[in-house]
């Protein structure tokens, strides 16, 4: 745990930085020794900036992978690029994006990885400008060159206004299927409407988009989730913001026109935000019911309007009311309306992802389940680079696996309860076998920690939700990524398929980057494709089957 001199010493760091540089160069100077002293966790060597591109490399591989693999392709995205110029960037969701292939050969064993920097318009222009031109996660962007006149200044924040350069389009959160039929694009995804289409093969960005396409009624969304849920016809669910007077949450559906060259979203609902505007990361869906956590990290209005602006980061404008409870609000998919005879309450928590949720008919109620954390504010701080590299992060910045039940008769306010299914390997990135997305399921794959001492995320797990058992795979001084469940033709049970997950080394010099692939019912392992170049860390991604 840190104490108080270290967190406030990380604090003045991150305001330096987003000054401007030549104002922070110097006092910057006099806090490098000390926090150098304490940047002993092994994760921060794989925070370092990528800024090539990577070409195809063939991997070196062991063991053995399923023939039903061939051809496929593992696509994964993340932040590459934390040093821009002359600007350093503060918060792990922050790097400009890498979009990451593993192509398995269409008749051998061989792996072939290729890693290619995604060229959005924050990227070029902050390329161009030797320095980062549009807000991120956790940074202002420096909106002006200081060696410029104040008319210089004004003159460049306003051409910025109006060649839209001030909108966030760094994608690197997700990369998921298009809904177009054909399904040969995919689209890389962050928590703003705009998406970028990307081709699978040479991983360009070919064209950006918004989803909202021209629906009046979602014209003023400046926010969505980046994890979408995909419908068997294609379409996409997900949940965005209209921040005004009266707020509003909304829940809209988005299709691919038939040429595969414009998006269009339907609104389903609106959910009033009352209460304030919450930031979250994901929501969950049944086969009847949509599900949204409204959770205590709320979002400043005045703040959230100053960020359009770079006037603060999206991080800047979060913070945590303590005694406000997590409400989960309950959209009926049959109606389009939200269920308003019960306010369902917890205790206060936030949470980046669900893992699942579905309807226990039996008990008339239904179930969800996330990883949970205490407080919300100080897992998102917990994220900025100056604390991971300093490692061991604060029990508040700890989560838990944790499974909500929600009684279905139940009126007015109701105070639902909960139980941990795992605590020490909180699961975060959760997968499931999609098959059972909103429906009953039993096995969970994740990330945990190999002990309570490790720095950071560096296990896969897999959870029995039924008996709460975990099976655990590691390897001493490297860290894992989100696990992507792959089923097996003609499966015969819900874990018959593999676990392919990418795996960093604390120490590159002496432990290169690998895949591996599990059988993920005994989660042993079958494969594993070692690589030489460096690959920085990722967030989320799926498998591309040759069908």
């Not at 009266?246 to 389903?268: H, Q, R, W």
């Not at 300093?390 to 306010?413: C, H, I, M, Q, Y």
């Amino acid at each position: 745990m840190h104490t108080k001199g270290e967190k406030t010493i990380g604090f003045v760091r991150r305001q330096l930085r987003q000054s401007t540089p030549a104002c922070a160069s110097l006092a910057l100077s006099s806090l490098s020794l000390p926090l150098n002293l304490k940047m002993t966790s092994s994760f921060s060597s794989i925070l370092k900036t990528v800024s090539e591109n990577v070409a195809p490399t063939k991997a070196v591989v062991t063991g053995k992978w399923p023939t039903w693999l061939r051809g496929g392709r593992l696509l994964r995205v993340g932040p590459a690029m934390f040093d821009v110029g002359r600007s350093s960037l503060q918060h792990w969701f922050d790097g400009l994006a890498m979009i990451h292939s593993f192509d398995f050969a269409d008749d051998s064993d061989d792996v072939t990885y290729t890693g290619r920097l995604l060229e959005t318009d924050i990227y070029r222009n902050s390329i161009a400008a030797d320095r980062l031109v549009g807000n991120v996660f956790g940074t202002r962007a420096i909106t002006s060159d200081p060696c410029q006149s104040t008319f210089g200044r004004f003159f460049s924040y306003f051409s910025q206004v109006f060649q839209g350069v001030l909108h966030r389009d760094n994608t690197n959160v997700n990369i998921v299927p298009s809904s177009d039929e054909k399904g040969a694009k995919w689209l890389a995804l962050t928590e703003i409407p705009s998406v970028w289409r990307v081709d699978p093969e040479s991983l360009d960005a070919e064209k950006r988009f918004n989803v909202v396409g021209s629906n009046p009624e979602l014209k003023r969304m400046v926010k969505m989730t980046a994890h979408p849920h995909t419908a068997s016809d294609g379409s996409m669910y997900n949940v965005g913001i209209i921040p005004g007077r009266k707020s509003f949450y909304v829940i809209f559906k988005t299709n691919v026109t038939e040429s595969g060259e414009k998006y269009a979203s339907d609104l389903i609902c609106s959910l009033p935000a009352d209460d304030g505007l919450s930031y979250y990361h994901s929501f969950g869906i049944t086969d009847r019911y949509f599900i949204f956590v409204e959770s205590p990290l709320k979002l400043s209005l005045p703040k959230l309007a100053l960020e359009r602006f770079h006037r603060q980061s999206l991080a800047d404008c979060m913070y945590w009311v303590d005694d406000k409870p997590s409400r989960f609000r309950i959209v009926d998919r049959e109606t389009n309306k939200e269920v308003v005879d019960v306010t369902y309450e917890a205790e206060p928590f936030f949470a980046f992802h669900h893992a699942n949720a579905f309807e226990d008919d039996a008990n008339r109620r239904l179930v969800v389940d996330m990883v949970c954390y205490p407080n919300g504010k100080s897992t998102v701080n917990s994220l900025f680079l100056d604390e991971l590299k300093r490692g061991n992060r604060d029990d508040e910045a700890k989560g838990s696996f944790r499974r909500f039940f929600l009684p279905l008769d139940a009126t007015g306010v109701t105070k639902i309860k909960s139980e941990v299914l795992s605590d020490f390997h909180s699961l975060e990135l959760p997968r499931i076998n999609e098959c059972h997305n909103g429906r009953l399921y039993r096995f969970a794959y994740g990330l945990g920690l190999s002990s309570p001492s490790a720095d950071f995320l560096d296990s896969l797990v897999k959870l029995n939700t039924e008996t709460k058992e975990t099976r655990v795979f590691s390897e001493k001084g490297t860290f894992a990524s989100e696990p992507v469940f792959v089923r097996a033709p003609d499966s015969k049970s819900e874990d018959d398929g593999v676990i392919l997950s990418v795996f960093l080394s604390g120490n590159p010099d002496e432990k290169k980057p690998f895949l591996v692939i599990l059988d993920a019912a005994s989660f042993k392992v079958i494969a594993r494709a070692e690589v030489t170049c460096r690959i920085p860390t990722t967030f989320h991604g799926n498998f591309m089957s040759a069908k």
